[in-house]
């Protein structure tokens, strides 16, 4: 079960959709790498291993009562994990300062909705530094994330707990968010991929910061993952107009799938 976790996260739902993994066992074998690492990593702030749980016997269940694959999620039961700078009802979004010391967000962002409409499964929120001001990933609440690769080194910031827990198979997959390299640069810093969308593809919505007045065409949220095509699979299910969002426009997607390029 330790290799799953360094498995392409469509490969995971692949594999749950095929009924060779259960998404009770996917979401242990994270958990349980999390236990490991997290104490060295500080990747998590908060990891809600129940509540993932309680998600993945539901995410189980459902392959039963569903007639067919095709009525499941493009994630169904896949663990992923979120920026504490984004909303996720019933867990942390502090974005590192005292002065959000506790906060909760009592409904999920819109992407982060879009997620568990998906069938992904939350396992938590992860570090960044003070206001997401800084390119390493360190604060006076949990103190500094530390890269996988080398525990004495940083994996950058300000989405460098994600990047962490991606790169060392704490999670399969999650959502940053940049305005000036902050999910390039972990992703660079850790060897994952990450996406720094046009404003408004992906709803800013549910952000903390908000996305509003200069920051609107600066700040964006992105998906991160360790392939190319899950960075793709992450941006299909999360992107989408929302009224929330000033720099959301309802402009449909084109197929520029990474399958379909031609290198010549």
Known sequence: ???????????????????????VELVQAHLARIAKLNPKLNAFVQVDAERARKQAKAAEAALTSRPGADSLGA????????????DVAGELCECGTALRKGLIPQRD????????AAGAIILGTTNVPEFLMAYESDNSLYGRTNN??????TPGGSSG????????????????SDGGGSVRIPAHFVGICGLKPTPGRIPSTGHFPASAGPFVNLGVVGPMA???????????????????DPASA???????????????
């Not at 707990?161 to 940053?176: K, M, P, T």
């Not at 309802?250 to 010549?264: A, E, H, K, Q, Y």
């Open 75 to 86: 994630l169904h039961g896949v663990p992923v994990s979120i920026k504490s700078s984004i």
């Open 226 to 244: 360790r392939t190319v095509a899950d960075v793709e699979r992450l941006f299909e299910v999360i992107a989408g107009p929302d009224p929330g």
């Open 1 to 23: 079960m330790s290799e799953i976790v360094f498995e392409p996260l469509m490969e995971m739902a692949r594999q749950v959709r095929a009924r060779k993994i259960s998404p």
């Open 161 to 176: 707990g994600e990047a962490a827990a991606i790169a060392s198979g704490c999670s399969a997959g999650g959502v940053g």
């Open 109 to 116: 962002a819109p992407l982060v909705a879009r997620l568990r």
């Open 148 to 153: 996988p690769w080398d525990l004495e080194r």
């Open 250 to 264: 309802p402009v449909p997607l084109r197929n520029t799938s990474c399958s379909r390029l031609t290198i010549r």
